[in-house]
């Protein structure tokens, strides 16, 4: 029958041993020859569109990724889906957004903020998400 | 009640219910919106809403387990809280923080990150309360008479929980850098260190309420925790499948997070053959139900609705939708809110006197 000290080597031992192998592997994944998200495309106008993105919590109704609130549409694909020229005017938009009964405050970004912004998308439209990228979501029912 | 500084316990527990029922509140909020009703967008839209529920959520189980570790640290080490003053003001500063950043969000003060939406300045605030609530349970347990496993296991859980807040105050430029080490905290909460307080209060429970010999109680907690890190760790993997790196996390992530619900499994045959083991009948029959019921109900939430959509061929066509909200909500509600509800349930009646043990009202909450 197993022991309290047997019991106290399984898991000391087993999480030991996990936890190097998911450093090792981190390290393996997030390493330059394995990059899958063009980080050398990351220009200054990326950044602040991230920096924007996160500074109004658009995570809290949208996706990005598959990642984010499930209340507005995923946005991965969205340069490819709807264009510059209709995200620019959501966002620049000095009313509430609300195409489709569900309402996004008016933001009243400025066009370089807005530009940032599709800089910002443009990137995340790019990378490789291992099949992710087809599917998109359920909300983005015109994605190929 | 064996220790006078327990009593600093209730407050957090108090708390932690006030934020529970403020968390309701704005999950209304949530719920009326996606049905259609979104009248309160002026002054509450979604993403406020959103922000406020989810982080009310990790103040108010993390106000409860705090309070777990005020009422069972000088039980289980047989000495006095170091010090009750600064356990106030820890609690003080807590909630200070707490509805700090709770107002904040209706300000578009904020990190826009999902779960780790407190802005920087706030961040180290948290880290500085998180670092006093240590120092107060590491010194008692340095100073008491006993370390017992189920005291270092419920103490090791704090720790690292207080540890994994760090990596998500690293700034990335990268979106996907930012998601991957986001998931150190939030997956390696969830899906790790917190299951460790929540082995830690199952087995303190399951002593005093069973009878069943300690030694038989936490060598099973070691077996339980064992298999959650196990599998927990490397299962972390399931967040990688889709957000830019590597596909060594889909074998990774998919074997290891397919391993996951054995460690609830274990919990709930764990609980339910120590109660069926145990010879002595305590007369809390409501703690006996919460604690029964939530490594159950944790089993069903966090083990069985996870791996229906774990597998990378599913969770291709899941992630990114309520599905994963729908997990989510079962899996808190059975391992982490009835666990507080349980160690609540037994510690009140101790620390007011009142012996409430088998109400109706009590059952009926049930």
């Known amino acids: 029958m197993l022991s309290k000290k047997q019991a106290q080597i399984f898991f000391l031992g087993g999480t030991a041993v996990t936890f190097l192998i998911f450093i090792g592997l981190t390290v393996f994944s997030l390493s330059k020859a394995q990059d899958q998200s063009n980080t050398d495309k990351i220009t200054a106008a990326v950044v602040r569109g991230k920096h924007l993105w996160e500074s109004n919590n658009c995570m809290g109704c949208h996706t990005i990724m598959g990642e984010g609130g499930y209340y507005a549409p995923e946005l991965t694909k969205v340069i490819e889906r709807r264009g510059e020229g209709y995200v620019k005017a959501a966002l620049m938009s000095p009313v509430a957004w609300e195409p489709n009964g569900r309402k996004m405050g008016p933001y009243k970004m400025t066009s370089e903020q807005a530009d940032d912004m599709v800089a910002f998308f443009n990137w995340i439209g790019e990378i490789d998400l291992n099949g992710f990228e087809t599917v998109v979501s359920p909300l983005a029912k015109d994605a190929k | 009640m064996k220790y006078q500084s327990q009593k600093v316990a209730y407050w957090f527990f108090a708390l ?77 500063s807590l909630a200070l923080v707490g509805v700090t950043a709770i107002v904040g969000y209706h300000f578009n003060y904020w990190e826009g990150r999902k779960f780790l939406e407190i802005p920087r300045p706030l961040d180290y605030l948290v880290v500085v309360n998180v670092l006093l609530f240590m120092g107060l349970i590491i010194m008692t347990l340095i100073k008491g008479k006993r370390k017992t496993t189920t005291a270092l296991v419920l103490t090791m859980g704090l720790l690292f929980a207080a540890l994994l807040y760090l990596p998500g105050m690293i700034d990335f430029d990268s979106q996907v850098m930012d998601s991957f080490f986001r998931w150190w905290v939030v997956h390696l909460w969830v899906e790790g260190v917190w299951e460790l307080i929540m082995g830690g209060i199952l087995s303190f429970l399951l002593i005093k309420l069973t009878g069943v010999d300690r030694e038989v109680i936490e060598k099973w907690l070691y077996v339980i925790v064992g298999l959650t890190f196990l599998s927990g760790i490397l299962g972390t993997g399931h967040h990688y499948y889709y957000i830019g790196v590597n596909k060594i996390w889909l074998i990774v992530g998919g074997i290891f997070s397919a391993l996951e619900p054995l460690a609830f499994l274990a919990m709930a045959l764990f609980a339910v053959n120590m109660y069926r083991k145990g010879e002595k009948k305590h007369p809390n ?74 109400s109706p009202n009590g059952r009926l909450a049930f």
Do not use: C
């Not at chain 2, 939708?321 to 059975?334: I, P, S, Y």
């Open chain 2, 285 to 358: 029959k409501i703690a006996l139900y919460w604690t029964l019921g939530s490594a159950i109900v944790s089993f069903i939430g966090a083990g069985l609705l996870g791996f229906a959509h774990t597998l990378p061929q599913t969770n291709l066509y899941t992630h990114g939708t309520l599905v994963t909200a729908m997990h989510g909500h079962l899996a808190f509600w059975g391992a982490y809110a009835m666990i507080v509800f349980a160690i609540i349930s037994y510690a009140l009646p101790n620390l007011t006197g009142r012996k409430f043990y088998d």
């Open chain 2, 16 to 92: 932690s219910m006030l934020l529970l029922f403020l968390q309701l509140v704005y999950g209304f909020i949530m719920g009326f919106a996606h049905a259609g009703f979104d009248g309160l967008h002026e002054f509450i839209p979604f993403n406020t809403a959103k922000a406020v529920h989810t982080n009310l959520l990790v103040v108010w189980l993390l106000s409860g387990f705090m309070g777990a570790a005020y009422y069972i640290i000088p039980e289980e080490a047989q000495h006095e809280l170091v010090s009750v003053k600064l356990a106030y003001v820890q609690l003080i």
